[in-house]
């Protein structure tokens, strides 16, 4: 699937899109992708800042919801929790 005209980055073992983790403090759900990579992948970055890169990263962001989700989650968690009070 292609998201704002960008093709998104699938490596070979397709590490970034199947080991997606969570992790949950408090009131707080933390997802990330244990890659050292996944940052960068998903914020992109310019070689001027890191001069390791080889070229201009675009942000190809791989996790998080957007909008429409965001809604979809939120009613989802609201209609569990009218039925568990």
Same mark, same amino acid.
Request: no cysteine; hydrophobic share 40%; glycine share 12%.
């Given at each position: 699937?292609?998201?704002?005209?960008?093709?998104?980055?699938?490596?070979?073992?397709?590490?970034? #899109?199947?080991? %997606?983790?969570?992790? $949950? @403090?408090?009131?707080? +759900?933390? $997802? !990330?992708?244990? *890659?050292?990579?996944?940052?960068? *992948?998903?914020?992109?970055? *310019?070689? #001027?800042?890191?001069?390791?890169?080889?070229?201009? %990263? &675009?942000?190809? &962001?791989? $996790? !998080?919801?957007? !909008?429409?989700? @965001?809604?979809?989650?939120?009613?989802?968690?609201?209609?569990? +929790?009218? !039925?568990?009070?």
């Amino acid at each position: 699937a292609a998201a704002m005209g960008k093709k998104p980055l699938l490596g070979l073992g397709k590490s970034l #899109s199947t080991q %997606i983790y969570y992790h $949950v @403090e408090g009131d707080t +759900l933390f $997802v !990330g992708s244990p *890659q050292v990579y996944a940052a960068m *992948q998903h914020f992109g970055g *310019q070689r #001027s800042r890191y001069p390791s890169l080889w070229g201009d %990263i &675009p942000a190809r &962001p791989f $996790v !998080g919801l957007s !909008g429409a989700d @965001e809604k979809t989650v939120v009613s989802i968690m609201a209609n569990y +929790l009218r !039925g568990t009070l």
